[in-house]
């Protein structure tokens, strides 16, 4: 997908100028690229603002006074307001297409540099397929794959193989998977999840690195096995969330049914609205809060006492940004907030420097520092 142009026909379309094609175009790729989204929608919003904060300080020019001086015959100082009026429009909007192409460019190189920033699939038999874009009917040996709708699910009735295909989601995207059985799992951003397109043994196995929410089809005579770094889970149950994120750290918040995991140690059976959290060290159990866990579904992360240095992994993952801490004084400060990726990474930047003077920068690698 190419950003760029994503973002100077996203300005076409503001100011009138976009021809049938362009707009075909943006509307499909607005619609089916996340990134893309959010830039049409930053811009969207940054020109509302703007204009709201133009229209603010010619307060002093009401409607009715203008109307008023064009009823007097006052014409002379009614074309003067006129001109003010939309002189200010025009450089809200210029303003909004400066202030977003300077601050968006730079973590969007961040992501175009990342090794990996489209989402694919490797199947057992060593092909590569790109998902990035909507696409049906992909033949894979005896197996139909269909990308459709962010979701990719496949026809594997007459397939007879059971290799591991190993399906990638990079950082700044997200992602579906519909099983062959129905199982249905939505992967966040940086994680890989192997499974094959049938399961015709006695068990339905994948491995999952990453996070990711699961609800899995019930099969009595077929348990579900998710394999993570260190860990099993046994699936009991319908509905849980699996965080792999951090190395040597393992978390399973279930929400539905029943889950047992296998750490190693010992079996551990979870019960709906708790969350297992497995280290090195050991295992605990604690009730979760599903706003904090599960905020990433809707693509809003909550944070609570929570340092830059415990924030950087997550504006990695979601923006493809990384981060650089220059001041010790900003590094040891605690902050409450959201980090909300349908938004640009600037309007959180925003938010933090109007909230708590932290202010930030990127250099010519697209690295941000906070200052």
């Given at each position: 997908?190419?950003?760029?142009?994503?973002?100077?026909?996203?300005?076409?379309?503001?100011?009138?100028?976009?021809?049938?094609?362009?707009?075909?175009?943006?509307?499909?790729?607005?619609?089916e690229?996340?990134?893309?989204?959010?830039?049409?929608?930053?811009i969207?919003?940054?020109r509302?603002?703007?204009?709201?904060?133009?229209?603010?300080s010619?307060d002093?020019?009401?409607?009715?006074?203008?109307?008023?001086?064009?009823?007097?015959?006052n014409?002379?100082?009614?074309?003067?307001?006129?001109?003010?009026?939309?002189?200010a429009c025009?450089?809200?909007?210029?303003?909004s297409?400066?202030?977003?192409?300077?601050?968006?460019?730079q973590?969007?190189?961040?992501v175009?540099?990342?090794?990996?920033h489209t989402?694919?699939?490797?199947?057992?038999?060593?092909k590569t397929i790109?998902?990035s874009?909507?696409s049906a009917?992909?033949?894979?040996?005896?197996?139909?794959?269909?990308?459709?709708?962010?979701t990719?699910?496949?026809?594997?009735?007459?397939?007879n193989?059971?290799?591991?295909?190993?399906?990638?989601?990079?950082?700044g995207?997200?992602?579906?998977l519909?099983l062959?059985?129905?199982t249905?799992?939505?992967?966040n951003?940086a994680?890989?999840?192997?499974?094959?397109?049938?399961?015709?043994?006695?068990?339905?196995?994948i491995?999952?690195?990453?996070?990711a929410?699961?609800?899995?089809?019930a099969?009595?005579?077929?348990?579900?096995?998710?394999?993570l770094?260190?860990?099993?889970?046994?699936?009991l149950?319908?509905?849980?969330?699996?965080n792999?994120?951090?190395a040597g750290?393992v978390?399973?918040?279930?929400?539905?049914?029943?889950v047992?995991i296998?750490?190693?140690?010992k079996?551990?059976?979870?019960?709906?609205?708790?969350?297992?959290?497995?280290?090195h060290?050991?295992?605990t159990?604690?009730?979760?809060?599903?706003?904090?866990?599960?905020?990433?579904?809707?693509?809003?992360?909550?944070?609570?006492?929570?340092?830059?240095?415990e924030?950087a992994?997550?504006?990695?993952?979601?923006?493809?940004?990384?981060?650089?801490?220059?001041?010790q004084?900003?590094?040891s400060?605690?902050?409450f907030?959201?980090?909300?990726?349908?938004?640009p990474?600037?309007a959180?930047?925003?938010?933090?420097?109007?909230?708590?003077?932290?202010k930030s920068r990127?250099?010519?690698?697209?690295?941000?520092?906070?200052?």
């Amino acid at each position: 997908m190419d950003y760029e142009k994503i973002r100077d026909l996203s300005f076409d379309e503001l100011l009138g100028m976009i021809s049938e094609e362009d707009k075909s175009f943006l509307q499909s790729a607005i619609r089916e690229d996340l990134q893309a989204r959010n830039i049409w929608e930053g811009i969207q919003r940054e020109r509302s603002r703007l204009l709201a904060d133009a229209s603010e300080s010619y307060d002093q020019h009401p409607v009715d006074e203008v109307l008023a001086d064009l009823n007097t015959g006052n014409r002379l100082r009614f074309v003067k307001k006129a001109i003010s009026i939309a002189a200010a429009c025009l450089i809200a909007i210029v303003g909004s297409w400066y202030l977003l192409v300077h601050t968006a460019q730079q973590p969007l190189a961040a992501v175009q540099d990342t090794a990996i920033h489209t989402i694919r699939l490797m199947t057992a038999e060593g092909k590569t397929i790109d998902l990035s874009n909507d696409s049906a009917g992909i033949r894979v040996g005896n197996t139909v794959l269909n990308n459709t709708q962010h979701t990719l699910s496949f026809d594997a009735s007459h397939q007879n193989g059971t290799g591991i295909n190993t399906l990638t989601v990079p950082a700044g995207k997200d992602y579906h998977l519909l099983l062959a059985d129905g199982t249905q799992i939505q992967l966040n951003a940086a994680t890989t999840i192997s499974f094959p397109f049938t399961f015709p043994g006695k068990t339905r196995e994948i491995t999952i690195n990453g996070e990711a929410y699961l609800q899995i089809a019930a099969k009595a005579d077929q348990p579900f096995i998710v394999h993570l770094p260190g860990n099993t889970v046994n699936v009991l149950g319908t509905a849980f969330n699996i965080n792999t994120y951090d190395a040597g750290l393992v978390k399973v918040a279930l929400v539905e049914g029943a889950v047992k995991i296998a750490t190693g140690k010992k079996d551990v059976l979870l019960k709906p609205g708790y969350e297992i959290t497995s280290t090195h060290s050991g295992i605990t159990t604690e009730a979760f809060d599903a706003d904090k866990v599960l905020g990433w579904r809707t693509g809003v992360y909550t944070f609570e006492n929570a340092s830059l240095q415990e924030l950087a992994p997550v504006i990695l993952r979601w923006f493809g940004v990384t981060i650089a801490l220059d001041n010790q004084r900003v590094s040891s400060r605690r902050f409450f907030g959201i980090i909300d990726r349908n938004q640009p990474l600037q309007a959180f930047l925003h938010n933090l420097e109007r909230a708590d003077g932290i202010k930030s920068r990127y250099d010519q690698q697209g690295v941000l520092h906070f200052e």
